[in-house]
């Protein structure tokens, strides 16, 4: 059973282009959650998706950024007109719902240099 | 809302030496609380997790945490550090069991000195 897959793991992007990042969950996990990591911080909770539905987006940054998590295919987060101040490290986690003993396991990150 | 402070952003132990992260949260109703670790360059594996049984929780690579509602901490321990243990730790809230908007400290740089 594959663990969740990132990719990129590392995507460079000039200031002003788009940044895509993908995410496939574990199989069998219908819940997807985004977080950044800034340089010398801990995780921050940008967005919850189930399937075709945008559960929590409170941690988004209001301009730039969207994400989806269609039926089929991978979540994507998706960074439009990127900054310097964009550059971080991206993880997905996923997991098989939200009741019961259920816990988050995370990819390995898609790293973000914005030059 | 939810906050974890982490204390000590930087932690340096001999090998064979006891390890103690400390983890202080805050939270209005009683939480669920988590230890990561993030190895360079990898994403975050789950070290053990509270979820309201017993106090004291044994997760993998032999560390543990206690969770003590009277000083609203969850430190993390090993007896004896070993080289492979360098590495960064995150203590994480969150109100329910799940991943949902899990809020992590600032994370805590772990080395260990031969």
């Known amino acids: 059973n594959a663990g969740v897959m990132q990719n990129p793991r590392h995507l460079v992007r000039r200031r002003g282009q788009e940044a895509r990042l993908r995410c496939s969950p574990m199989?069998?996990?219908?819940?997807v959650y985004w977080y950044r990591q800034l340089p010398e911080e801990g995780l921050k909770f940008m967005v919850y998706?189930?399937?075709?539905?945008?559960?929590?987006e409170s941690g988004m940054p209001k301009e730039r950024f969207s994400a989806e998590f269609p039926k089929e295919g991978p979540s994507i987060l998706r960074i439009q007109q990127v900054v310097r101040g964009d550059s971080a490290a991206y993880f997905c986690?996923?997991?098989?719902?939200?009741?019961?003993?259920?816990?988050?396991?995370f990819g390995q990150g898609t790293r973000l240099t914005v030059v | 809302a939810q906050s974890v402070t982490q204390l000590g952003s930087h932690v340096s132990v001999s090998e064979g030496a006891l390890v103690l992260l400390r983890c202080n949260y805050s939270?209005?109703?009683?939480?669920?609380l988590f230890w990561y670790v993030q190895y360079p360059n990898q994403g975050l594996q789950l070290l053990l997790k509270?979820?309201?049984?017993?106090?004291l929780v044994k997760g993998i690579n032999g560390f543990e945490a206690e969770f003590k509602k009277s000083e609203t901490s969850f430190h993390l321990t090993k007896p004896s550090a070993h080289m492979s243990d360098a590495a960064e730790y995150f203590c994480?809230?969150?109100?329910?069991?799940?991943?949902?908007?899990?809020?992590f400290g600032q994370g805590t740089r772990l080395t260990i000195n031969p």
């Open positions: 986690a996923s997991s098989p719902g939200t009741q019961g003993k259920t816990e988050a396991f």
């Open positions: 199989k069998g996990h219908s819940h």
């Open positions: 998706l189930q399937k075709e539905n945008i559960i929590d």
């Open positions: 939270s209005s109703v009683p939480p669920y």
């Open positions: 509270y979820t309201s049984a017993a106090t």
């Open positions: 994480a809230v969150s109100l329910i069991q799940g991943a949902q908007k899990l809020v």
